[in-house]
């Protein structure tokens, strides 16, 4: 079975500095993808950025970028300019190929951001 | 974007009653829907597979009698807590997948559950 670990329970970073959240996981397939979910407190899970395995390019969108590295199975995620909004849980998940798969969740790093 | 509605948001209920929460695609049709509970602080657990027109898929530990699913059509999936109890009271949160290989899951906005 595929695990997901997020050695780090709570984060802070200055507002305007950059953070970057670790994720590892453990799979013997070669077909999967990637996600990062953001839980604010209104518990909305909010998807920040996904990763298909068989790109070697990481993934950005905005502010948010992650450094995969797939022969070590790390997927870390890099806010960058943190703002007061990006406070919030955040979830790595890892999903087999396929159109119905589940996801399965590390445990969370909480984000806290200082003004 | 693809939008999950989940309701109610939030329910109260005694102990020993039945509570049905609801889960619907409004843009897309989902074969497949996925249940989870989240306590406080915790991750995300996954309950159940809902598979549209067949039975859930149940994890392990689940009570399949207590959390009784249906996934009648397309769009919809509900989640029946049955005789609750104070301790079921939890986040139950719902996602679905437009079955494409590379589809996200998207979802619901949540449950809150309180047995009183």
């Known amino acids: 079975a595929q695990t997901v670990t997020q050695s780090q329970p709570e984060m802070s970073v200055q507002e305007a500095e950059t953070v970057t959240l670790s994720c590892t996981y453990d799979?013997?397939?070669?077909?999967?993808?990637l996600f990062w979910y953001k839980q604010p407190p209104s518990r909305q899970m909010i998807l920040v950025i996904r990763q298909e395995a068989y790109k070697q390019q990481n993934a950005t969108e905005n502010r948010f970028s992650v450094n995969f590295q797939k022969a070590a199975k790390s997927f870390s995620l890099k806010i960058s300019d943190s703002q007061l909004g990006d406070a919030a849980m955040y979830f790595c998940a890892y999903r087999s190929g396929g159109g119905s798969e589940k996801l399965v969740f590390g445990k969370g790093t909480k984000l806290t951001v200082n003004p | 974007g693809a939008v999950v509605s989940q309701h109610p948001s939030r329910v109260i209920c005694k102990s020993g009653t039945s509570v049905k929460i609801e889960c619907r695609s409004l843009?897309?049709?989902?074969?497949?829907m996925f249940w989870y509970r989240q306590f406080p602080k915790q991750s995300l657990m996954l309950m159940a597979t809902?598979?549209?027109?067949?039975?859930?898929?149940?994890e392990q530990g689940v009570e399949k009698d207590k959390f009784l699913i249906n996934h009648a059509s397309l769009t919809l999936s509900t989640l029946t807590v049955t005789s609750a109890h104070p301790e079921d009271s939890s986040f139950y949160i719902c996602?679905?997948?437009?079955?494409?290989?590379?589809?996200?899951?998207?979802f619901g906005n949540g449950t809150r559950l309180t047995v009183t």
């Open positions: 809902s598979n549209e027109g067949s039975k859930a898929t149940y």
């Open positions: 799979t013997s397939e070669s077909d999967y993808y």
């Open positions: 843009d897309f049709q989902a074969t497949t």
């Open positions: 996602s679905a997948s437009q079955d494409r290989a590379n589809s996200p899951l998207h």
